[in-house]
């Protein structure tokens, strides 16, 4: 990656990151708190992150419409349609997590 100009890395790695919103949208049944335990982010650090790379460029981007584009669609539909309350276990795990 490092002989690659700018331009071309920059593309790369927005594909990767398109694909990889892909394939969150594809695996709905992982839940954020399952990712925040094992990887240390979900789709709201994602969304967040685009709002920080937007900020840094002084680019205006709303929270709710970064979520928007990570989610594919509002994040109260996702929420309703997708989201599952968490379970004792994951709420221990995502604590344990939080301690290290």
Same mark, same amino acid.
């Given at each position: 990656? !490092? !002989?690659?100009?700018?331009?071309?890395?920059?593309?790369?790695?927005?594909?990767?990151?398109?694909?990889?919103?892909?394939?969150?949208?594809?695996?709905?049944?992982?839940?954020?708190?399952?990712?925040?335990?094992?990887?240390?982010?979900?789709?709201?650090?994602?969304?967040?992150?685009?709002?920080?790379?937007?900020?840094?460029?002084?680019?205006?981007?709303?929270?709710?419409?970064?979520?928007?584009?990570?989610?594919?669609?509002?994040?109260?539909?996702?929420?309703?349609?997708?989201? !599952?309350?968490? !379970?004792?276990?994951?709420?221990?795990?995502?604590?344990?997590?939080?301690?290290?």
């Amino acid at each position: 990656m !490092t !002989t690659l100009d700018t331009a071309t890395r920059t593309e790369l790695e927005a594909a990767a990151f398109r694909r990889l919103l892909q394939h969150l949208d594809d695996h709905k049944e992982v839940q954020n708190i399952d990712l925040m335990i094992l990887a240390d982010f979900c789709r709201n650090c994602l969304s967040k992150w685009l709002v920080a790379s937007a900020d840094e460029r002084q680019v205006t981007l709303d929270y709710d419409a970064a979520r928007e584009w990570v989610y594919g669609m509002p994040f109260a539909d996702w929420k309703a349609q997708y989201q !599952t309350p968490a !379970t004792p276990e994951q709420l221990a795990a995502f604590e344990a997590k939080q301690k290290n």
